[in-house]
């Protein structure tokens, strides 16, 4: 019996060929090849498959019942791996799978709500499942398969994985419209006697990157509230004296809120996507990576 191993799946294609001109002339013709390489290739087949194949007739060479049998599995078998070498052809819209995101509470708000948005229109087969990445290891997610894609800024990234930066984050500060220093520029004096309200991220923190910029100057604020979720935000900005420093791309998204420089420089930092190698040149994950730069962009 033939190993597969053994086969040479280019003798396919010319035995098909053989088939359809029943000549071994024509054949190495449509080929191109001489007529004594078409006659090997005819004697390795008929070894392979311990069958004489084409048998001579008057005008020609006519292909044994095995042969008639074998032709249609070697057509199929050849169709099938021209289709696997087609580059695949992506329809959003008939896209089945789903797409974990890991990234932090106030990301999932500005990025990843607006693409589920936008994918209920474009591919609306597609599941989304929202995890959260606080005091998560990025890379050991990735490793063990728990996440596609992670939005998160550069420093919670290790340099092997594959990423790409969607925007640099600076802070400003919120409060209220009717706030008495809306509208006004704050002096560092005023500004560390304001009471404000914090947003922390892993929960209970009284300091963040405004009180690091503050220690630089020999300056303290008061923080007088830490909520770990953005929805609280909105009402204690509105209906209080509190103000909180904020990622600008969050800030932006708060109703009813007046947004001002702070008086002192609060380091920012980029915020980035990233994935797998795995998912590298999957085609369904490149268009899906594709839209969410598109949208933030």
Not at 22 to 33: P, T
Not at 220 to 231: G, L, T, Y
């Given at each position: 019996?033939?190993?597969?191993?053994?086969?040479?799946?280019?003798?396919?294609?010319?035995?098909?060929?053989?088939?359809?001109?029943?000549?071994?002339?024509?054949?190495?013709?449509?080929?191109?090849?001489?007529?004594?390489?078409?006659?090997?290739?005819?004697?390795?087949?008929?070894?392979?498959?311990?069958?004489?194949?084409?048998?001579?007739?008057?005008?020609?060479?006519?292909?044994?019942?095995?042969?008639?049998?074998?032709?249609?599995?070697?057509?199929?078998?050849?169709?099938?791996?021209?289709?696997?070498?087609?580059?695949?052809?992506?329809?959003?819209?008939?896209?089945?799978?789903?797409?974990?995101?890991?990234?932090?509470?106030?990301?999932?708000?500005?990025?990843?709500?607006?693409?589920?948005?936008?994918?209920?229109?474009?591919?609306?087969?597609?599941?989304?499942?929202?995890?959260?990445?606080?005091?998560?290891?990025?890379?050991?997610?990735?490793?063990?398969?728990?996440?596609?894609?992670?939005?998160?800024?550069?420093?919670?990234?290790?340099?092997?994985?594959?990423?790409?930066?969607?925007?640099?984050e600076r802070y400003v500060c919120a409060m209220s419209k009717t706030h008495p220093v809306a509208n006004q520029t704050l002096s560092l004096e005023q500004f560390?006697?304001?009471?404000?309200?914090?947003?922390?991220?892993?929960?209970?923190?009284?300091?963040?990157?405004?009180?690091?910029?503050?220690?630089?100057?020999?300056?303290?604020?008061?923080?007088?509230?830490?909520?770990?979720?953005?929805?609280?935000?909105?009402?204690?900005?509105?209906?209080?004296?509190?103000?909180?420093?904020?990622?600008?791309?969050?800030?932006?998204?708060?109703?009813?809120?007046?947004?001002?420089?702070?008086?002192?420089?609060?380091?920012?930092?980029?915020?980035?996507?990233?994935?797998?190698?795995?998912?590298?040149?999957?085609?369904a994950h490149q268009w899906l990576r594709e839209v969410l730069v598109e949208m933030v962009g």
């Amino acid at each position: 019996m033939t190993d597969i191993r053994t086969l040479d799946f280019n003798l396919l294609k010319a035995f098909v060929v053989l088939l359809d001109e029943c000549n071994v002339s024509r054949a190495a013709k449509r080929l191109s090849i001489t007529q004594p390489a078409m006659s090997g290739i005819l004697n390795r087949l008929r070894e392979s498959f311990d069958d004489p194949l084409f048998v001579r007739v008057q005008h020609g060479m006519q292909p044994t019942d095995r042969a008639l049998q074998l032709g249609q599995s070697a057509k199929k078998i050849l169709q099938e791996i021209s289709a696997m070498l087609q580059p695949p052809v992506l329809k959003p819209e008939h896209l089945t799978m789903t797409l974990r995101i890991a990234a932090m509470d106030y990301v999932q708000q500005i990025i990843a709500l607006p693409l589920i948005l936008r994918l209920r229109r474009l591919a609306p087969k597609v599941k989304i499942a929202l995890l959260p990445v606080q005091g998560q290891n990025i890379n050991r997610l990735f490793e063990e398969n728990k996440i596609d894609l992670a939005l998160v800024s550069q420093q919670h990234l290790c340099a092997n994985l594959p990423q790409m930066m969607l925007y640099e984050e600076r802070y400003v500060c919120a409060m209220s419209k009717t706030h008495p220093v809306a509208n006004q520029t704050l002096s560092l004096e005023q500004f560390c006697q304001l009471p404000f309200a914090m947003l922390s991220y892993n929960g209970g923190e009284f300091s963040g990157a405004t009180d690091l910029a503050l220690q630089k100057l020999g300056r303290q604020r008061k923080v007088m509230v830490s909520v770990n979720h953005i929805s609280l935000l909105p009402q204690l900005l509105q209906d209080s004296d509190l103000v909180a420093v904020l990622p600008e791309h969050l800030a932006q998204t708060l109703p009813n809120v007046h947004l001002q420089a702070p008086p002192i420089e609060v380091q920012g930092f980029t915020m980035m996507m990233a994935w797998h190698e795995r998912t590298e040149q999957d085609i369904a994950h490149q268009w899906l990576r594709e839209v969410l730069v598109e949208m933030v962009g």
